[in-house]
């Protein structure tokens, strides 16, 4: 017996210092990094994706056996060691990414990420956690410590380098090849690989390998996505044909009575723009706009005109935050303004600059960019401190935790703020995460008093993780939470928004004391889902089973101005309505065309987008990750439905990328005193 095992020993040594034992290392290991990645990370395992993850590992196998053996010996060995830590590195760290903002980074995320490094006790644990997970992930990493002992690295001749990267290349062609045979439909392999940026479809459907090589790539050489930018047709009626009626009619036949109001559209001549312009992209962005119909203005039109705006983003905030005990005056704001049944907050890939981002300029943010900062370059009039300081307002932002994290102190300012976080003159207790609390003690009395005024607050009080070992708001107000019925993590959750609950309390308190609460308009909205709870424990706060495509998403928004009569909303909309609608109520001159929400309270149709292009109508929603429309108005749905939304939510996705991309609004030609010239 021992002689059969030495022998089958030294059969195996001799297979490992065989040239080609390298390779197929490489190849094993990749797959088993994309295998054991889909395992814990990619709820569908199985279908076209695991195998185009695993095809596409050959060829890069075969380009990692050239890289470490085109050298002598020893500089190959530890050209090998950096190949292969840095590949297990990459899938690790996306792995714990994962975990703490439930999507993926990007290569640009990555290159601008030393700020991440603030989230440290995240990070770790995040690893501790899922301390399971990563030991099965870097299995290949623990073998090759002993193997690379015995594989081959001596240096290769040319032709046999040459050879290597020419079959590299060849069956990188066939596996590009096959991509048609998972589909060509939006999403698909084939989609994602040539036309569009989606990285959390992109790592199930070509894994991570592929994902990470593209985005690179696409960083490196400018790669813009393909849309349609076809402005869709006019979607049919949803009326059965058996119920049209037999002469067609002009309009309602007992038109009700009311005021013209107009439309919200500035004078702007999109035709001349175009027919001017050299830029042949510009040019076909003017016909695209000036081809929209604007929206109407109605009767919420001006209705706070004058007032102040306290505008404020609030990190993790949903609506189960919201309680009659224990967050008393978040539930007086949110039952006493408008009250939002049906509000969404998308997660993007930037999560909470994302969701500024989309808040505060209508705008989709930039699939594997940092938007908000990319646009501190621009011209962004709409912007409400922008807008707001041309009426003669104050303008100020404020954010309790580093005034340069997301580059802030680029892109605030750009919005027409002078900001002021910690750094930078925002004076409060070091700890984590900082008091909502504190920064509004410590800053109403800069504005309070200066009419007209608004204020843009970006709070850190919510933020991850809960639990009451690392989260100093948690721990501050453990005692008001330990006694309810919930796990650990959604008692901190609920501590740290009672924070939040306190800081609006003394905004309120301090604005009755300068006597501007009665002019004040409060509004406030979530930056993303607490995505820092689990959906079990999202789950038991709701009080039953989370659906996770649409529901996960559900959030709330507040709109408060003493004294307002209250209304409920119940169509569906999101946080990329909010500038339009603010604007809207407070009478601001502005182009609703040039916006991808819409006032709420206008005409136009509602729509709600998620990153990953699924949508919702007051009459359907459809899921692309299944590739399901289901009717929710009651009504039936008319052939083309779908298509016709889904080109609406792709244009609109691209202009947004468009505008950012070339600084559109600089090209409208809107003079310095645009916003005091009448609308149509």
């Known amino acids: 017996m021992k002689k059969k095992i030495k022998k089958a020993a030294a059969v195996c040594l001799t297979a490992l210092r065989h040239p080609l034992a390298l390779p197929v290392f490489y190849l094993a290991m990749l797959?088993?990094?994309?295998?054991?990645?889909?395992?814990?990370?990619?709820?569908?395992?199985?279908?076209?994706?695991?195998?185009?993850?695993?095809?596409?590992?050959?060829?890069?196998?075969?380009?990692?056996?050239?890289?470490?053996?085109?050298?002598?010996?020893?500089?190959?060995?530890?050209?090998a060691w950096v190949i292969v830590a840095a590949v297990a590195v990459v899938y690790a760290s996306q792995m714990v990414y994962h975990h703490i903002f439930y999507t993926y980074y990007t290569v640009y995320s990555a290159a601008n990420g030393g700020q991440v490094l603030e989230f440290?006790?995240?990070?770790?644990?995040?690893?501790?956690?899922?301390?399971?997970?990563?030991?099965?992930?870097?299995?290949?990493?623990?073998?090759?410590?002993?193997?690379?002992?015995?594989?081959?690295?001596?240096?290769?001749?040319?032709?046999?380098?040459?050879?290597g990267v020419l079959m590299a290349a060849c069956l990188h062609v066939l596996c590009r090849l096959a991509l048609p045979l998972g589909g060509t439909e939006d999403f698909s392999a084939w989609d994602l690989y040539y036309k569009t940026v989606s990285i959390d479809y992109s790592m199930e459907r070509l894994g991570v390998?592929?994902?990470?090589?593209?985005?690179?790539?696409?960083?490196?050489?400018?790669?813009?996505?393909?849309?349609?930018?076809?402005?869709?047709?006019?979607?049919?009626?949803?009326?059965?044909?058996?119920?049209?009626?037999?002469?067609?009619?002009?309009?309602?036949?007992?038109?009700?009575?009311?005021?013209?109001?107009?439309?919200?559209?500035?004078?702007?001549?999109f035709d001349a723009l175009a027919a001017a312009e050299s830029n042949p992209t510009i040019a076909d962005m003017h016909r695209y706009f000036g081809s929209l119909e604007p929206s109407g203005k109605n009767e919420k039109t001006g209705l706070f005109a004058g007032c102040n705006l306290i505008w404020i983003t609030a990190e993790g905030f949903s609506q189960y935050a919201v309680d009659k005990d224990l967050t008393p005056t978040l539930y007086r704001l949110q039952n006493e303004g408008f009250r939002f049944t049906n509000w969404y907050t998308p997660l993007w890939g930037v999560s909470t600059s994302d969701g500024?981002?989309?808040?505060?300029?209508?705008?989709?943010?930039?699939?594997?960019?940092?938007?908000?900062?990319?646009?501190?370059?621009?011209?962004?009039?709409?912007?409400?401190?922008?807008?707001?300081?041309?009426?003669?307002?104050?303008?100020?932002?404020?954010?309790?935790?580093?005034?340069?994290?997301?580059?802030?102190?680029?892109?605030?300012?750009?919005?027409?703020?002078?900001?002021?976080?910690?750094?930078?003159?925002?004076?409060i207790t070091d700890q984590w995460p900082e008091s909502d609390l504190e920064m509004i003690d410590v800053t109403t009395g800069e504005y309070a008093k200066d009419e007209p005024f608004h204020t843009y607050y970006m709070t850190?009080?919510?933020?991850?993780?809960?639990?009451?070992?690392?989260?100093?708001?948690?721990?501050?107000?453990?005692?008001?939470?330990?006694?309810?019925?919930y796990s650990e993590g959604?008692?901190?959750?609920?501590?740290?928004?009672?924070?939040?609950?306190?800081?609006?309390?003394?905004?309120?308190?301090?604005?009755?004391?300068?006597?501007?609460?009665?002019?004040?308009?409060?509004?406030?909205?979530?930056?993303?889902?607490?995505?820092?709870l689990s959906l079990d424990e999202i789950s038991e706060l709701a009080g039953h089973e989370v659906e996770p495509d649409f529901e996960l998403y559900r959030n709330t928004c507040i709109i408060y101005k003493k004294g307002m009569e209250s209304e409920t909303v119940d169509a569906p909309c999101s946080n990329i309505d909010l500038l339009p609608t603010v604007s809207n109520l407070l009478g601001l001159p502005f182009d609703s065309r040039l916006m991808m929400g819409r006032d709420i309270f206008s005409d136009a149709e509602p729509l709600v987008v998620l990153s990953n292009r699924s949508?919702?109508?007051?009459?359907?929603?459809?899921?692309?990750?299944?590739?399901?429309?289901?009717?929710?108005?009651?009504?039936?749905?008319?052939?083309?439905?779908?298509?016709?939304?889904?080109?609406?939510?792709?244009?609109?996705?691209?202009?947004s990328t468009l505008i950012l991309d070339n600084d559109y609004y600089a090209s409208l030609g809107l003079e310095e005193d645009w916003r005091s010239r009448p609308q149509q």
């Open 31 to 79: 797959w088993a990094f994309e295998w054991t990645f889909r395992v814990w990370e990619i709820p569908d395992f199985h279908g076209a994706g695991l195998w185009f993850s695993l095809i596409f590992c050959v060829p890069a196998a075969l380009l990692l056996w050239v890289l470490s053996t085109s050298l002598p010996r020893r500089a190959n060995r530890v050209i």
């Open 120 to 163: 440290i006790n995240e990070i770790l644990f995040a690893i501790k956690r899922n301390w399971v997970q990563l030991l099965t992930l870097l299995i290949p990493l623990i073998l090759w410590a002993p193997l690379q002992m015995v594989l081959c690295f001596e240096r290769r001749p040319a032709l046999q380098q040459g050879l």
């Open 209 to 269: 390998l592929n994902t990470m090589r593209l985005d690179l790539w696409r960083l490196a050489t400018g790669f813009e996505p393909e849309y349609a930018v076809q402005a869709p047709p006019p979607v049919p009626t949803v009326v059965p044909p058996d119920q049209m009626p037999d002469e067609p009619v002009d309009g309602p036949a007992d038109p009700e009575p009311g005021p013209e109001y107009g439309v919200n559209a500035l004078d702007i001549d």
């Open 356 to 427: 500024e981002y989309v808040g505060l300029t209508s705008l989709y943010p930039k699939a594997g960019a940092w938007s908000f900062y990319q646009s501190s370059q621009n011209a962004m009039p709409f912007a409400a401190g922008n807008q707001l300081k041309a009426q003669g307002y104050s303008c100020r932002a404020y954010h309790d935790h580093s005034y340069t994290y997301y580059n802030r102190d680029e892109s605030h300012p750009n919005m027409g703020y002078d900001y002021k976080a910690v750094g930078n003159g925002l004076e």
């Open 460 to 485: 850190v009080s919510g933020h991850l993780m809960y639990d009451f070992i690392s989260n100093d708001m948690a721990i501050k107000n453990r005692g008001l939470v330990e006694d309810l019925p």
């Open 490 to 532: 959604v008692q901190a959750y609920l501590a740290c928004n009672i924070e939040l609950d306190r800081a609006l309390a003394l905004l309120l308190e301090r604005l009755e004391q300068a006597g501007t609460l009665d002019n004040t308009v409060i509004v406030l909205s979530a930056d993303h889902y607490p995505y820092g």
């Open 615 to 655: 949508f919702i109508t007051d009459k359907a929603r459809y899921n692309t990750k299944t590739g399901e429309l289901e009717a929710t108005g009651g009504e039936e749905l008319p052939e083309g439905y779908r298509e016709y939304y889904s080109a609406v939510v792709s244009n609109k996705m691209a202009y």
